[in-house]
Every structure is written in C-alpha cells, then in structure tokens.
Nanobody, 116 residues
Framework: QVQLVESGGGLVQAGGSLRLSCAASGNIFSVAIMGWYRQAPGKQRELVATITSGGSTNYVDSVKGRFTISRDNAKYTVYLQMNSLKPEDTAVYYC??????????WGKGTLVTVSS
C-alpha cells in the first residue's frame, strides 16, 4: 500500500500564493506519475497538474503560467506551487500517485480557499 499525506492548504486572498506538498510512504516503487487533482463544490474532480518520473509536466489550461508542479524523487514528495490564486481555484486538492501498472493511490485532500 501507498500512503499519501497532503499539506499546505489554507485560506488566502486572491492574488496570493500557496505551496502544497504531498509525501508518499509505504510500498513506493514503480511510480510513473505524481500529480494533483482538485474538486470544487458541486463539480467533478479535475486534473490540475502531473509530473512523470522523468520530469515531464502537464497542466490544465486554467492554471498554466500560475502553478508549478515539481517532485523530489529521493523524498517521494510532490509539490504544487500556486501563484496568482483566483477564487475559482477554491477546491479540495488531492494528491495522486500512479504506478506503471496503472494502479492509482489518492490522498485525503487539502482544502484551498481563495477569497475575493
């Protein structure tokens, strides 16, 4: 099993910044992708950003230029630096770890609230 613990969420004013962290522990092997998804009230969970073991990144269009995903393979940790936050970024942010065999592991989520 893989355990994921997210941290760094909170309340911030529009235009502000937050940095999310997700630390993985347990049976960490064959990790292909680490990433972040989010779910706003009344909406479906959506991809925010992913990063492969080789460092290739992918972002949803709405966060490009504002969010940066990175990972520390030695610490099995993935980060999401969020700048220029907007009220529409308000959501619960979930960490994802995907193995090469397609198995996904999810964190419990951390709430990000952006006030206008």
């Amino acid at each position: 099993q893989v355990q994921l613990v997210e941290s760094g969420g909170g309340l911030v004013q529009a235009g502000g910044s937050l940095r999310l962290s997700c630390a993985a522990s347990g049976n960490i092997f064959s990790v292909a992708i680490m990433g972040w998804y989010r779910q706003a009230p009344g909406k479906q969970r959506e991809l925010v950003a992913t990063i492969t073991s080789g460092g290739s990144t992918n972002y949803v269009d709405s966060v490009k230029g504002r969010f940066t995903i990175s990972r520390d393979n030695a610490k099995y940790t993935v980060y999401l630096q969020m700048n220029s936050l907007k009220p529409e970024d308000t959501a619960v942010y979930y960490c994802l770890v995907r193995r090469y065999n397609g198995m996904d592991y999810w964190g419990k989520g951390t709430l990000v609230t952006v006030s206008s």
